[in-house]
Structure formats: structure tokens, C-alpha cells
């Protein structure tokens, strides 16, 4: 079985095209076709769902700054896992 991100249900609900990719089953394309893709993010926004791409642990003194510099998050409230 693929993996699948965080995200997948998202995509899905959207009406996504999926595919395996490295072992990931991912979206490729939405609704009516390239071009109506091509529009929609020109026009308003794109998002690509990058938490397929690999993981980071980090660990001691300075890793929760070190991240909180690093992310839009505020990794202080974020929960392990």
C-alpha cells in the first residue's frame, strides 16, 4: 500500500487525479483540466503539499528556536507527531 500525506483527504475532497509517486500516492491534477489548473492558480493561489519530501528530527539545546526561525508555525503549541 502507497503512503499517503497528512493532506490526502484534502485532495481527494477537491476532486484530485492521483498517482504513486516514490511510494506516494499524490495528486497530479485537478478539475476540468490543465489549463482551468493553470488559471485558477494564476488568478488566486497554488499550493503544493511538500510533507512527502522527507522528515527532520532535531533534538537539544536551541532546536525549538532554531525551528521557530526556521517555519511559519509557532512550533511552541505545536504536539509530537
Known sequence: ???RTPLFSEHQALGAKTTVFAGWEMPVSYGPGP??????????????DLSHMGR?????????SF????VTSNVARLQPG
Do not use: I, P, T, Y
Request: with cysteine.
Open 56 to 64: 527532520v528530527w532535531l533534538s537539544g539545546d536551541g532546536a525549538q
Open 1 to 3: 500500500m502507497e503512503k
Open 35 to 48: 489549463v482551468a489548473e493553470h488559471r485558477c492558480v494564476r488568478n488566486s493561489a497554488g499550493l503544493f
Open 67 to 70: 525551528l521557530q526561525e526556521l
